[in-house]
C-alpha cells in the first residue's frame, strides 16, 4: 500500500525544486508539441509563465486548451528520476486575471533573483503574454512504474 501524504509531499517538492515545466499541447488537428517553460505557481494547481502569442505552443492552446504537464530534474542519474505529471486546462489570462497571475509570477521571479515583469510587458502591444494551466490530475510513478494518483493540497 502507498502513502498518499508521503507521494503528496514528494510531488510538491518536485514541483518547488525546478525552474521548468514540460508543456505538451495539440494544434486543432491533434499534432502534439512540447516546449519547455519557466513557470511560477503558489498552490501546485495553478501554472503560470510567459511567452509570446505567436510561439507555436500558445498557438495550439489558443486554439485547443487542454495541455499536459510533466516537471521533473534531468540532472538525476537515470533511472532515479521523479516526476510529476499533470492533465491541464491552458490558456492565455483575461485581463481581469492578469493581476493575480502577475503577482505569483513576479514572486518566484523575484525568489530566484530575476526582475518582476510589469503588467504593460504582458498586454499588447508588448511581445508577450502571461498563460496559466490549470491541473485536473497530478499523477507519480510507483517503484513499479506505475503511475499513480495524487492529491496536492
Known sequence: M???GALGEMAKTIIDFNRYMALGTADSEGL???SPVWFATTNYRDFFWVSKPQAKHSRNLASRGQASIVIFDSQVIPGLAQAVYMSALAGELSAGELEVGLSVFGDRSEAQGLPRWALSAVQAPALHRLYR?????HF???E????LPVTLA
Not at 133 to 137: I, M, P
Request: glycine letters at 0%; zero cysteines.
Open 2 to 4: 502507498t502513502d498518499q
Open 32 to 34: 502534439p508539441w512540447v
Open 133 to 137: 494551466a490549470t491541473a485536473l490530475e
Open 140 to 142: 507519480v510513478l510507483s
Open 144 to 147: 513499479r512504474d506505475e503511475r
